[in-house]
């Protein structure tokens, strides 16, 4: 079993920066890949981004692509996003997850462990 936190969500204006933090609690997840998601209210969960687990590949939700960017440290046992020139639009809130077996990373199905959330608001 792999829990998750998150951290580092908050209220920030338009036009400005976030990390979020995900880490593992109680053991080492540098096996598995990582996806960001988040949930507006009223809307449903949608995929943001995803890393592998060795960190050599990447996806992006079109809507984030260059603006935010995931990383992790493996040593640390940690995954970052770090999200730049938030946008109102962007105020939901982001779940990490984890997975073993993936395709696409892009699907919630493929992801085996979730963390409770942390909000993020931007306001305009």
């Known amino acids: 079993q792999v829990q998750l936190v998150e951290s580092g969500g908050g209220l920030v204006q338009a036009g400005g920066s976030l990390r979020l933090s995900c880490a593992p609690s109680?053991?080492?997840?540098?096996?598995?890949?990582i996806g960001w998601f988040r949930q507006a209210p009223g809307k449903e969960r949608e995929f943001v981004t995803a890393i592998s687990w060795r960190g050599g590949s990447t996806s992006y939700a079109d809507s984030v692509k260059g603006r935010f960017t995931i990383s992790r440290d493996n040593a640390k046992n940690t995954v970052y996003l770090e999200m730049n020139s938030l946008k109102p639009e962007d105020t939901a809130v982001y779940y990490c997850?984890?997975?073993?077996?993936?395709?696409?990373?892009?699907?919630?199905?493929?992801?085996?462990?979730w963390g409770q959330g942390t909000q993020v608001t931007v306001s305009s």
């Open positions: 997850a984890a997975g073993h077996h993936g395709g696409s990373y892009s699907n919630s199905f493929e992801y085996d462990y």
């Open positions: 109680g053991r080492t997840f540098s096996s598995y890949f």
